[in-house]
C-alpha cells in the first residue's frame, strides 16, 4: 500500500463540491505555453470556498499554479485555516500539487487537524492528507521558541 492508497473521510458532499469547482476553474486557466490546465477549490473553516486556476507568464518562472492562486485568495478574505482542498488538472487524473505547493499549503495547515488534499481521480477524487505529501514539513510552528522540534 503506498501513501496515496490512505483512505480518508470528508463529507461525501462538501468533497463532490470542492472537486466540482476545482474542475469548473481549471477551464478559466491561462496556459498558453504549458496548456496543462489546471484548477483548486480550497475549504475555509467557516465553509467558504477559494478557487484558483495556474496563470502562466512568457517569463515561465513567475507562472503561479492554481493550488496557490486559490490559497492567496482564501488568504487575502482573512482566513488561516485550510481544511480541504481539491486539485484537478484534466489532462492528467491524479495530478498532486507540485512542491512549492506543498510548501505553502503547508502554512496554512490547521494545528488541530491535517489539511485533506483531494486529488482528481475523474470519479468522487481521491483524499490524502498533506502530511503524506510533504512529511517532516518546516512551517510557522517550528518558528515560535528554541529548541527542538516536534516532528509530525
Ligand atoms: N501546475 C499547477 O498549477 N499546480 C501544480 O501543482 C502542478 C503544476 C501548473 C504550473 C504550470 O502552469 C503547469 O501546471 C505545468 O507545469
Same mark, same amino acid.
Given at each position: 500500500? %503506498?501513501?496515496?492508497?490512505?483512505? $480518508? ?72 485555516? $485550510? ?11 491524479? %495530478? ?10 503547508? !502554512? ?6 491535517d489539511m485533506i488534499v483531494i486529488l ?23 518558528? !515560535?521558541?528554541?529548541? !527542538?522540534?516536534?516532528?509530525?
Amino acid at each position: 500500500m %503506498t501513501a496515496l492508497q490512505t483512505t $480518508i473521510k470528508l463529507d461525501a458532499t462538501i468533497q463532490r463540491d470542492l472537486l466540482s469547482r476545482a474542475r469548473q476553474v481549471a477551464q478559466r486557466a491561462y496556459v498558453p505555453y504549458s496548456n496543462f490546465p489546471v484548477g483548486a477549490a480550497a475549504l475555509a473553516a467557516d465553509g467558504s470556498v477559494f478557487t484558483g486556476a495556474n496563470v502562466e507568464n512568457a517569463s515561465y518562472g513567475l507562472t503561479i499554479c492554481a493550488e496557490r492562486s486559490a490559497v492567496t485568495a482564501l488568504a487575502s478574505a482573512g482566513h488561516r485555516d $485550510i481544511v480541504a482542498i481539491a486539485v484537478s488538472a484534466p489532462r492528467v487524473p491524479l %495530478t498532486t500539487p507540485c512542491g512549492a505547493c506543498r510548501q505553502v499549503l503547508n !502554512e496554512f495547515r490547521p494545528v488541530s487537524e491535517d489539511m485533506i488534499v483531494i486529488l482528481d481521480d475523474r470519479e468522487t477524487g481521491r483524499a490524502v492528507r498533506l502530511g503524506e505529501l510533504l512529511p517532516m514539513a518546516f512551517g510557522p510552528r517550528n518558528l !515560535e521558541g528554541e529548541g !527542538e522540534q516536534s516532528i509530525e
